[in-house]
């Protein structure tokens, strides 16, 4: 029962290079998020998919571009790594909308230097 | 859009003690208010939610109180334990695809 899946855990990148963060469920939930955890400042929405075929931009969108690949599957890439993007990226899925319980993944810890 | 204040950031008390933690929302559509805890490390979990339709919610040593008219909700946890050291956040969201928003955590710590 892997609930919801992310790679990688770890990154090491240089300012300017480019990564996809990578996240699937296999509850058959309908919406999944991305979020990013800094110290003092909780979870941040960066994107998310109510539906498949759909993304709609959080409260820190940029820097960032998503993709929902199919209703499992929901990508996070940045084109252009600046050393604010450091910080543990959460995904996480709900079966509807945001009233229901979020699941999220182990995080992913990147680091721009 | 929504925007929930949570209080304190910091919370110590000793072992067997209660801890309470409060956050205030803005949106008065918003009508579910999960909490979630995140142990060091560790990905956030849901541990108990309410919704508006609800004034107060109970299982075991937790808590949570909802006051619609002031929008403000708690969480009372009793008999604190040192399991129960963590990163608490709480969150609000509206009906509709609209997703949830949080808190900026309060970190508790149980004394032994």
């Known amino acids: 029962n892997a609930g919801v899946t992310q790679t990688p855990k770890f990154q090491v990148l240089k300012t300017g290079q480019s990564m996809t963060l990578q996240c699937a469920q296999d509850?058959?939930?309908?919406?999944m998020y991305w979020y990013r955890q800094d110290p003092g400042m909780g979870l941040r929405l960066i994107y998310y998919?109510?539906?498949?075929?759909?993304?709609d931009k959080g409260e820190v969108p940029n820097g960032y571009n998503v993709s929902r690949l199919n209703k499992r599957e929901f990508s996070l890439r940045l084109e252009s790594a600046a050393p604010s993007q450091t910080s543990v990226y959460f995904c996480?899925?709900?079966?509807?909308?945001?009233?229901?319980?979020?699941?999220f993944g182990e995080g992913s810890r990147l680091t721009v230097l | 859009g929504e925007n929930v204040e949570q209080h304190p950031s910091t919370l110590s008390v000793q072992e067997g003690d209660s801890a309470v933690i409060k956050c205030t929302y803005s949106?008065?559509?918003?009508?579910?208010f999960p909490w979630y805890k995140q142990e060091l490390g560790k990905r956030p979990q849901l541990i108990i939610d309410?919704?508006?339709?609800?004034g107060e919610k109970k299982d075991q040593r937790i808590a949570v109180t909802l006051n619609k008219t002031a929008k403000h909700f708690s969480l009372h946890i009793t008999e604190t334990q040192p399991e129960d050291s963590a990163v608490y956040f709480c969150?609000?969201?509206?009906?509709?695809?609209?997703?949830?928003?949080f808190g900026k955590g309060t970190r508790l710590s149980v004394i032994a």
């Open positions: 998919s109510a539906s498949e075929g759909t993304t």
């Open positions: 949106d008065s559509a918003s009508n579910y």
């Open positions: 969150a609000a969201s509206r009906p509709g695809n609209t997703p949830l928003v």
């Open positions: 996480a899925s709900s079966e509807y909308d945001g009233t229901g319980e979020l699941f």
């Open positions: 309410i919704r508006s339709n609800v």
């Open positions: 509850m058959n939930h309908n919406s």
